[in-house]
């Protein structure tokens, strides 16, 4: 049976070269992260500081949408919320994080 069967024979087991493999899940979960950095947070961040930006500077005479679909024009702005005028003595108060955009002069007009 020696003749047909050759013997096996265990391999040496890898010296101090084993580092990089030691590495590479580590690797993986830094490379992870920084994908999940630049493809959710920083945009995230992003709308959110477009949004803060457009909140401060609304001033009274601008035209706005809200996040229910009202579309109005600012009349008052205080801290927290905003007057909007729908329609022609119609005046509802909206809060400043419901204002999803602003719209270019004279839309109110044509809608």
């Known amino acids: 049976m020696n003749g047909l069967i050759s013997d096996a024979w265990a391999q040496a087991a890898p010296g101090a070269g084993g580092a990089p493999g030691q590495m590479t899940p580590l690797l993986m979960v830094v490379a992870f992260f920084v994908v999940f950095y630049f493809l959710l947070f920083r945009p995230q961040?992003?709308?959110?500081?477009?949004?803060?930006?457009?909140?401060?500077?609304?001033?009274?005479?601008?035209?706005?949408?809200t996040s229910g679909g009202l579309l109005g024009r600012v009349t008052d702005v205080g801290d927290t919320f905003v007057t909007l005028e729908i329609a022609?003595?119609?005046?509802?108060?909206?809060?400043?994080?419901?204002?999803?955009?602003?719209?270019?002069?004279?839309?109110?007009k044509s809608a």
């Open 88 to 108: 022609d003595g119609v005046r509802v108060k909206v809060q400043k994080v419901q204002i999803t955009s602003l719209m270019p002069k004279g839309t109110l």
């Open 45 to 65: 961040q992003k709308r959110a500081k477009e949004h803060q930006n457009l909140v401060a500077k609304l001033s009274a005479g601008d035209e706005i949408v």
